[in-house]
């Protein structure tokens, strides 16, 4: 069976944002990440979160079990060090979505479709009105190269370098294209 699963990027310290953006409290109540992390489990998906050493007591307001979590400990050396020690984690599902947790109005809906398009040697991205998203995801072919990332570039180099296994993939969630690196931008249009 062809399974695949979520690697939620949140380990970053929100430089932008100027304190914890995964602690921001939405206007739904919720905070940014567990706003992600619920719609991640909605789509039904198996995940695993990457946080910072320093984050135990951000990992236990989930209530997870063990592996589901990976504790990256060179986070502070950028999201592409944190991707490839969450890859590092990553064995028994043919296809990763690698998510970020300062995206909380991706639909459930999105990660089952990226699920269901991607295969072993593609990377499915989702457009929206042509603009291309995240989250991405990468066939285990990619899984190799991923535990490569560095610095603060997550992903994209693969995606820019193997432009004939790029799938993409029209969602009807204008999520993919919106972060959040400010204040400003925790508001709902």
Not at 2 to 9: I, M, S, T
Not at 32 to 58: H, M, V, W, Y
Not at 122 to 139: H, I, M, S
């Amino acid at each position: 069976m062809f399974q695949v699963g979520v690697l939620l990027l949140a380990a970053g310290i929100s430089r932008r944002f100027g304190s914890d953006k995964r602690a921001a409290v939405m206007p739904s109540g919720k905070t940014i990440l567990a706003t992600t992390l619920e719609n991640i489990k909605q789509a039904g998906l198996p995940f695993k979160l990457c946080l910072a050493p320093s984050d135990r007591a951000l990992a236990s307001a989930f209530d997870l079990e063990e592996h589901q979590l990976i504790f990256c400990q060179n986070a502070a050396k950028g999201m592409g060090v944190s991707l490839a020690e969450g890859m590092a984690q990553i064995d028994d599902w043919q296809g990763t979505i690698i998510a970020l947790g300062d995206m909380p109005w991706v639909q459930p809906h999105t990660y089952a479709l990226l699920k269901a398009s991607v295969t072993i040697d593609t990377l499915c991205v989702p457009t929206y009105e042509g603009q291309k998203g995240n989250p991405v995801a990468f066939g285990s072919q990619f899984y190799e190269a991923l535990r490569q990332s560095n610095g603060d570039r997550g992903a994209r180099f693969l995606i820019d370098n193997n432009p004939s296994a790029v799938n993409l993939i029209a969602v009807d969630d204008s999520g993919i294209l919106r972060d959040i690196d400010q204040l400003k931008d925790l508001k709902t249009d």
